[in-house]
């Protein structure tokens, strides 16, 4: 008697969160790895039949992405144009006629003789260098599927035609699966590779549907027909798991509703504290879907919109008109709440390939951000026309990142000026009163911030980096990363310090780094007295519940005594004792 395969056991994968919320269900395998081909060969009469499969492939599969495209009604958006891209694949004369070719001159089968071409062309992409085209590969690896699928006559998997809720297990998600989330049963996904910034992660939250990518090997651990568990939270993904853990995660999956339930009732509500101080929250994006998201979370506006995000995963520069249409879609949205553009903040650890950048021993140093803006004027003025231009439809801001001193704040105003005086050329109408304002975060910003504050007329404090070149420790370096401390007594009088400044010249200050979002230290920013706090959108309701439950007074009180500490331990010690003693109901 043979003996019985055990089932595998419970597996427990840990991966990167990227869209909150609990999904409990059976798994859905969407295979997009290019299907086995075999070397096979025809006779010579049956070429033209060959060749006709092949076609008909290709034009079966046209059909297919046309109608998903047409499903996406947004020409502008990134969905749709590389819907566009993958179809002009399929026309590719290189790729259709060297098939051709292998079928009417080695004799090959069409899937044969399709498949030497993709790996070929596949090939070719791994030695190129420029990371813009290696990450084409994915889109002829997609093609590649569908047409072969095609060609052998299968369906081919999409999300669209899944009927049931389930939770998807894939490598990676194409464009062309995303773009049928919207409308389908799936419940959540999990995926091996991708990133918190990768196109599925930000859809999966732009969508509200929990999501782990980069678990590496769900794929190969998932088995057809497995039940599987996703936290997206926490980054977890179980397989095969077992009643008891299930019951376990129906009860967190309540839980979680509740909160979410509870929370959106503050997101409606203003940032107001106890003794009637007003804090504006504001969302920080990087893609204009994202303001959906941004609005439902109850954000005050935008308060750093990432614009680099423009020039990356594309070949060409975008255009003033492609720029112009983009803010003007956010500065729409937002009606009269602020919409703060940053100019692009290119280099250091954001490149983009269509843009030559020297290669640097330290980038985070080197010729990024204002810097290379001021060298690149054309690239620079070209995006500064946009935003003006975009001024007229709704309340734009304007910010420069990497500002070090007064001579460069001149120089980008001075830039500023020379591209309003070309818009009055072209009649082109802008916001006359548009505010242009800086990111703090250069610590020689932070000590002439008294200077600086009477030349613009706002300020937004980017942590992010000034803990990197106040502490001197690079913001992506794992080794270090234990000496990042927001909590540095130094930080904390840099914070106090720009705030001061821009209050004594009457102008606002706002902070748009990662810290700004972190409910540990809502307390202590309303104590230092900033104005606005800008985050990842999903923040904002928490952050706005903790201000509510605050008196502003009683904030600056406690948030002197922390700077009377001399280290970040000890500040962190007393600003989770007052936490816990403020909102015991919170978990920091
Ligand atoms: C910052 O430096 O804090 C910031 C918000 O900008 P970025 O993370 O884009 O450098
Ligand atoms: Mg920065």
């Given at each position: ?15 990167i ?13 969407l ?33 297919q ?8 009604r ?22 259709v ?27 070719s ?23 072969l ?15 049931e ?18 409308n ?25 549907i ?14 057809p ?22 019951r ?22 203003p ?10 929250l ?53 009606g009269?709440?602020?919409v ?14 269509q ?6 021993m ?11 803006c ?5 690239i ?5 026309r ?43 109408p802008?916001?006359?009163e ?14 002439v ?12 404090i ?60 809502s ?27 605050s ?14 500490h ?8 007393g ?14």
């Amino acid at each position: 008697m043979a003996a019985e395969i055990p089932h595998p056991k419970m597996q427990i994968l840990h991966g990167i969160p990227a869209s909150g919320g609990i999904a409990i269900g059976k798994g859905f395998f969407l295979s997009r790895a290019l299907p086995r081909s075999v070397h096979s060969t025809v006779s010579r009469e049956k070429l033209d039949e060959e060749v006709a499969a092949f076609h008909r492939a290709l034009a079966r599969s046209k059909e297919q992405l046309n109608a998903i495209r047409d499903s996406v009604r947004d020409p502008e958006s990134d969905h749709y144009q590389i819907l566009t891209v993958h179809l002009a694949l399929l026309d590719d004369s290189m790729v259709v006629d060297q098939t051709v070719r292998l079928i009417r001159e080695n004799q090959y089968k069409a899937d044969w003789a399709f498949n030497k071409v993709l790996q070929n062309l596949l090939e070719s992409f791994h030695r190129i260098e420029d990371p813009y085209l290696r990450e084409r590969a994915n889109d002829v690896r997609q093609i590649g599927h569908r047409v072969l699928e095609n060609l052998a006559g299968n369906p081919v998997d999409s999300i669209a035609s899944i009927k049931e809720p389930v939770v998807v297990i894939a490598h990676d998600l194409s464009p062309a699966d995303t773009a049928q989330i919207l409308n389908s049963s799936v419940l959540g996904f999990a995926t091996d590779v991708g990133s918190k910034t990768s196109h599925t992660a930000i859809t999966a939250r732009s969508l509200g549907i929990p999501a782990v990518v980069g678990l590496e090997k769900v794929t190969e651990e998932y088995v057809p027909g497995d039940g599987v568990i996703l936290d997206g939270e926490a980054g977890v993904v179980i397989l095969r798991p077992t009643p008891e853990k299930v019951r376990e995660y129906q009860d967190k999956r309540k839980a979680y509703g509740h909160k979410i339930r509870d929370l959106a009732k503050f997101a409606r509500l203003p940032a107001i504290t106890r003794d009637n101080k007003t804090l504006k929250l504001h969302a920080n994006i990087e893609f204009p879907e994202e303001t959906d998201i941004a609005l439902r979370s109850g954000a005050d506006g935008i308060g750093l919109y990432r614009t680099e995000f423009l020039f990356l995963n594309r070949k060409d520069l975008p255009s003033e008109e492609e720029h112009y249409q983009t803010y003007k879609l956010v500065a729409e949205r937002f009606g009269q709440h602020p919409v703060t553009i940053r100019t692009f903040d290119l280099g250091g650890d954001k490149f983009a390939s269509q843009i030559e950048l020297a290669d640097e021993m330290n980038p985070a140093m080197g010729l990024r951000a204002i810097r290379f803006c001021l060298k690149e004027r054309d690239i620079f003025k070209a995006q500064l026309r946009a935003i003006l231009r975009a001024s007229v439809h709704g309340k734009v801001r304007m910010m420069f990142p990497m500002i070090s001193g007064i001579g460069e704040l001149r120089s980008a105003l001075a830039v500023v000026e020379e591209a309003k005086a070309e818009l009055k050329k072209r009649r082109q109408p802008y916001d006359k009163e548009i505010q242009i304002g800086i990111m703090v975060e250069i610590p020689s910003a932070a000590v002439v911030a008294d200077l600086l504050a009477r030349e613009v007329k706002f300020f937004s404090i980017g942590t992010n980096d000034l803990i990197q070149y106040a502490l001197a420790i690079d913001r992506i370096n794992e080794h270090v990363s234990y000496l990042y401390e927001p909590l540095h007594p130094a930080i904390l009088r840099l914070i106090r310090r720009i705030v001061e400044a821009g209050h004594d010249a009457g102008i606002p200050v706002s902070m748009c780094g990662e810290m700004a979002g972190e409910p540990l230290y809502s307390y202590l920013l309303l104590g230092f007295g900033l104005d606005e706090l800008s985050m990842n959108a999903t923040a904002i309701p928490r952050v706005k519940r903790i201000i509510r439950k605050s008196n502003a007074y009683e904030a600056k009180e406690f948030a002197s005594s922390m700077l009377l500490h001399g280290m970040a331990v000890d500040i962190e010690r007393g600003l989770r004792k007052k936490m816990d003693d403020l909102f015991p109901d919170e978990k920091f």
